[in-house]
């Protein structure tokens, strides 16, 4: 009887192991993990026993200070540093890397490696934030909310790439590379568009540091060097200068991203030769090294030595910039994105005049119709629009086995905006009115685009088929 109950708890953690392994690389688990710490966050920001612990722990100084009694030594290092800037301004650096990352293998080998496969997503990618962007500034021209034009022109791609995994096959797979190409084209234009408007007063001595410490690094990099630690050090001292210097300090996971070598440092011939000299040595290594006539517990000594070696060389044959966007995707998806969900979802409702996206003023104007609109009117028209001239001008083709009507489903999907539009929020505006009013419309309006574009494509593949 406790022989039965072994094997079934056996295969009942066998079977919870594969569920876990499937949900982690389930392209829509970033999505459904997103969620839930948002509702989590807004939970926690307006329930009466968890509402002040929430701000009061986002509010937390976490700068460290060394200070001596006799004032000689006052130092402190980062200054003003709360548990939400670290968030914003620390965490979101390694969000801000694996972007850059990700962005720089679509541009050498990816979907905007050439100009054919480029051309439709950049341009469809342009048109989606230039109309939202108008969107929003038709509403707020003029008002102190004009700053926040940036917001509706971003896309998130951990939703939108989920909901299309969700639907399966109503969407033919060119779409889901249009839209994940398109996303990622759609990144570096808020990557621009951040670093251009919404930086603060630079300071120009900290810049030209920082420039010459990436000349450094690409310097390195031509010359060959391989080695990890020579590009994740200086990345720790350009994301310091940039923290100081006015430019966003995430900007410095992008710019260093870009600098990482994605040439592996041992070629497929080195690999080859070493791998069968590594496996031979291996399979001759001695089993008894205390020499009792017994033979070790497999791996001894020797053999872990050669194993290691191995696992350095395969490890060494593959490029590093794949190496760490590999190593990092599961953190950010599963831990950086969740937390920075949790530090900037949570809005304090004192009003319900919050969820009124159609209340105006014509000194302060209305985010909430900005925001909204930009999202649910302003992108997926950019992105048809766009497309559509592409197309028709001859500029660009038509994904294969697409519709008009689907790739306008599709780009519904475009307006959910979310983490990069919590990002530019937090950066446009300094009022904490504003700000709220701008993440509950972000909220709103990502939600509503989801629903019209999951709605869309189901009825028109059930039209198609």
Known sequence: MRLFSMHSWLKTRYRMSLYRQSF????????????????????????????????NLLETDLSLMIHSPSGLIDWVFPRDMTVEKFINDGLMVVFFFTVGLEIKREVVCGQLSSVRKAILPVLAAAGGMIAPALVFTLFNHGTLAANGWGIPTATDIAFAVGILSMLGDRVPVSLKIFLTALAIADDLGAILVIALFYGGQLQFGLILIALAVMALVYV????????????????????????????????????????????????????????????????????DLDGDGIP??????????????????????????????????PYVTFLIMPIFALANAGVEITSAEYFNIFHFSPE??????????????GKPLGIFLASWIAVKSRLAVMPEGASWKMLLAVACLGGIGFTMSLFVDSLAFTDAD?????????????????????????????KAR
């Open 296 to 329: 070790d517990e497999f791996p001894n000594e020797e053999q872990r030595c050669y194993l290691r070696e191995m696992s350095r060389t395969t490890s060494g044959s593959v490029g590093m910039s794949y190496r760490l966007e590999h190593a990092l995707t």
């Open 220 to 287: 390195m990099n031509r010359m060959g060097e391989k080695r990890m630690f020579f590009y994740l050090v200086p990345a720790v001292a350009v994301w310091g200068l940039f923290y100081y210097s006015g430019i966003h300090s995430t900007l410095s996971g992008v710019a260093m991203a870009m600098l990482i070598p994605m040439d592996a440092r041992y070629s497929h011939e080195y690999l080859s030769q070493k791998m069968q000299t590594l496996k031979e040595c291996l399979a001759g290594a001695n089993p």
């Open 24 to 55: 982690v690389e389930a392209p829509w688990a970033g999505g459904v993990v997103l969620l839930g710490c948002v509702v989590i966050a807004m939970l926690l920001a307006n329930l009466p026993a968890t509402k002040l612990y929430y701000h």
């Open 434 to 462: 504003l700000i709220d009013r701008g993440k509950i419309a972000i909220l709103m309006g990502s939600t509503a685009a989801a629903i019209a574009g999951s709605l869309l494509i189901l009825l028109f593949s059930k």
């Open 364 to 377: 302060i104007g209305s985010v909430g119709m900005g925001v909204f609109f930009g999202l649910l009117v």
